[in-house]
């Protein structure tokens, strides 16, 4: 009989813990944040030794639970791609839990 109850106890226990951690991996935030770049920098096109500053002009970053997170973006890259008319160039934000995001665009190179 003591057996039983232990084993019952230690069963309901066992299950409250499985709810709790699943409380916790639902509510745990594992959604990065979108990147959103303007048109109007595409259409711009990119000049050989361009600051990233000039990169992000009108690029923001919005997180589902952080909101506006555009102060973590960051020119993770640019390469020139093999055609030697155009470049990619790579995004990357994060929000405060560390999710990570990043968008590339396709710029095509202003003329030397």
């Known amino acids: 009989m ?5 084993t019952l106890l230690l069963a309901m226990l066992a299950g409250i813990l499985l709810i709790l951690n699943a409380f916790a991996f639902v509510a745990e935030d594992r959604t990065a944040p979108e990147i959103i770049i303007p048109d109007s920098l595409i259409e711009k096109g990119y000049e050989k030794g361009e600051e990233e500053e000039d990169l992000l002009k009108g690029v923001t970053a919005q997180d589902n639970r ?7 973006l ?7 791609n093999g055609d030697g008319k155009s470049v990619t160039v790579t995004y990357m934000a994060k929000d405060a839990k560390k999710n990570v995001a990043s ?3 396709v710029l095509k190179k202003k003329a030397d």
């Open 2 to 6: 003591r057996k039983t109850r232990i």
């Open 66 to 72: 952080d909101g506006d997170v555009s102060d973590s």
């Open 74 to 80: 960051r020119v993770a890259d640019i390469l020139e």
């Open 103 to 105: 968008e590339s665009i």
